[in-house]
Each structure stands twice: as C-alpha cells, then as structure tokens.
C-alpha cells in the first residue's frame, strides 16, 4: 500500500479540488440575472426578435459602435486615402498662379523717382525698385511722369509700366 500512497494522495486532491469548483459553479448567478454593462435593470430574459430598434441599440453600444444604416463608415486607409487627396488639391489650388488684377496707381504732382517707384513696389507691378530706377535713368525719363491716374491691366513689363506712366493716356 505504500507504492500506492502518492495515488491516493492526488487521487483524494482532485476530488476536492472538483467539488469545490463545483459549489462555485452552484453559487454563482446565473447569466439572465445578471445586470448590463451601464444599466441598472437586469437584462430581459425575452428573445431579440421582440426587442425594440432601440433597446438593440442599446444592448449593441455597449461592446460595439453602433451607426446608422445610412452613415458612411471609414476605414484607416480610405480616411488616409482621402487627406491625401485634399492636401494635394489644396497644393495645386496654393500653386496655381493668381489671375492678373487691375492697379490703380495716383501720382501727384511733385512726386520724385523714388516715390513712384515705391508706390510701384507696394502695388506689386514691380519686385526689383533699383532695376526700375536704374531704367528710367537710362532712359532720362526721371522728370518725364505724368501726373494723374495711371491703370495697369493684368502682368505688366517694365517697359510697359515705363510707359504708361511716362505717356499721356487718352
């Protein structure tokens, strides 16, 4: 009986070990008495085919998201797919060259080369105010501005801008 000691001893465990999960198996509440996740009332013991469009919603939202049968859904990659492409339409919209616009510009008797070359600069005709300067003086036109409203349609050349402000409009 001794050889046999080490059997019995494990033999005896295991009986004991079963029992005792078998009365915690007893003692635990069943699944229909227990209460929802977020809800106080315990979870009807009815079939989901009477249940109401809303009461599925609820019962579903809480281990699921639930959406409309309408709503669109995205995945990652669409949603990566489709910033993709807005980043680029805004780039091209970002690149794409202003359209020409009218200027205006007044010159009032008595101004000089330099302010009429700044006023040029700030309407955005010209970039380079020294290039202008340098021309006119080239030119010997320094003194030669008409006083008065010049117009300047869409992109204009610095011999254009020269000129119109150099001529008498009609």
């Known amino acids: 009986m001794s050889n046999k000691k080490s059997l019995f001893y494990g033999l005896g465990s295991g009986l004991i070990a079963g029992a005792i999960l078998l009365q915690l198996m007893n003692a635990a509440p069943s699944a229909s008495s227990l209460t929802q996740e977020g809800m106080d009332k315990p979870a009807p013991a009815v079939a989901a085919e009477s249940w109401s469009r809303e009461q599925l919603k609820e019962a579903a939202a809480v281990h699921y998201q639930v959406y409309e049968k309408d709503a669109k859904v995205y995945l990652q990659p669409q ?66 501005i008409i006083t008065g409203v010049h117009e300047f349609k869409g992109a204009q050349t610095l011999d254009q801008i020269i000129t119109n402000l150099t001529t008498k409009q009609g």
């Open 79 to 144: 949603v990566d797919e489709l910033i993709r492409q807005r980043l680029a339409e805004e780039k091209d919209k970002q690149q794409a060259p202003e359209p020409p616009k009218d200027v205006y510009i007044y010159v009032q008797s008595g101004l000089v080369l330099w302010q009429v070359s700044d006023m040029l600069v700030q309407s955005g005709l010209i970039t380079d105010k020294k290039a202008f300067e340098d021309e006119m003086r080239k030119r010997r036109l320094t003194g030669s």
